[in-house]
């Protein structure tokens, strides 16, 4: 028979929600051929639940860990749904009140919960929720290798720095981000004024992405249009990341009536950042000529109808 030991604070909502975390196992994890109880004892300020277990056949390698590995697996659950909530409110509630935007809680907050949540690396999803939840798991397998008795409320404080050191460093990227935004919509909102108030230069201006440049621009009877600081920077390798920038600087200069971009289903997040700023002035287009013909650029000698 093995015997585990799990001490949590007697409060009501903590050991009511293990108590379900358990019960909830219990029924969805198959241990046979060990089978595993427990029962509840209070005492002082804890509440203990006292885990009993034993092999109906002789223990082998595996079947000796079921039963530590079924408690650690209760107290990954517990911390994920209980401390994590409780923690990341508390560190959120501190750097918004350092950067005064308590008020602003209700926006924010989805940006950090979904920073918590999921995480982008390398091109793949990762879930970082259950990525957090095995690293728990491990902590607390590891220690019931060496102790029977574990006092949650220590074990929380002291062995799991680490998770928390990176659970406040996605809480901060969460707020990044959601300044980032609010930034970045702030200026998009000064830019449509400008542009509401600004006369119009060209009727015309045809966007197409290019091969040797990121854009090349054409008025309306298909001439090149020249802006020497922009074609200058298009062509500094180092700023390549900020092309589209400066392409929207270039339309803001240009103040035309209408924007015709080309080869649109190529760049999906350029036609969102034109159309937030230039609303119905941008017209979207993928089958003319020079759509069809495969980035074939403008010129004098090569005339293409847009």
């Given at each position: 028979m093995q015997t585990y030991r799990?001490?949590?604070?007697?409060?009501?909502?903590?050991?009511?929600?293990?108590?379900?975390?358990?019960n909830e196992m219990m029924e969805r994890?198959?241990?046979?051929?060990?089978?595993i109880t427990y029962k509840e004892q209070e005492q002082d300020d804890y509440c203990t639940f006292l885990f009993q277990s034993w092999c109906e056949e002789e223990y082998d390698a595996q079947t000796i860990e079921w039963a530590r590995a079924f408690v650690a697996l209760t107290l990954a659950e517990w911390v994920a749904q209980?401390?994590?909530?409780?923690?990341?409110?508390?560190?959120?509630?501190?750097?918004?009140?350092?950067?005064?935007?308590?008020?602003?809680?209700?926006?924010?907050?989805?940006?950090?919960?979904r920073m918590c949540l999921e995480i982008e690396q390398d091109g793949r999803e990762l879930l970082a929720a259950t990525t957090r939840k095995a690293n728990v798991y491990r902590k607390a397998f590891f220690y019931l290798e060496q102790e029977r008795t574990i006092n949650v409320l220590g074990?929380?404080?002291?062995?799991?720095?680490?998770?928390?050191?990176?659970l406040f460093e996605l809480v901060e990227s969460g707020i990044d981000e959601y300044l980032e935004d609010k930034q970045y919509q702030e200026f998009v909102e000064l830019l449509r004024y400008f542009i509401a108030v600004q006369e119009v230069k060209q009727e015309v201006v045809h966007v197409i992405p290019?091969?040797?440049?990121?854009?090349?621009?054409?008025?309306?009877?298909?001439?090149?249009?020249?802006?020497e600081q922009l074609d200058a920077v298009f062509g500094m390798d180092e700023q390549a990341c900020r092309d589209e920038d400066y392409l929207v600087s270039a339309l803001?200069?240009?103040?035309?009536?209408?924007?015709?971009l080309h080869m649109a289903g190529e760049k999906p997040g350029l036609v969102q950042t034109i159309r937030s700023i230039f609303d119905s002035r941008l017209i979207t287009c993928h089958s003319c000529s020079l759509c069809l013909g495969q980035r074939r650029i403008l010129d004098g000698n090569n005339p293409t109808t847009l």
């Open positions: 799990v001490l949590l604070e007697n409060v009501p909502e903590h050991s009511g929600t293990y108590r379900v975390i358990v994890v198959n241990t046979a051929p060990v089978r209980v401390k994590e909530p409780e923690i990341l409110q508390e560190m959120a509630t501190d750097l918004l009140a350092a950067e005064q935007l308590e008020e602003e809680w209700a926006e924010v907050f989805p940006y950090i919960e074990f929380v404080r002291f062995r799991l720095q680490e998770h928390w050191n990176e290019s091969v040797d440049k990121p854009f090349h621009l054409y008025d309306k009877k298909g001439d090149r249009l020249w802006l803001v200069t240009l103040a035309p009536e209408s924007i015709v």
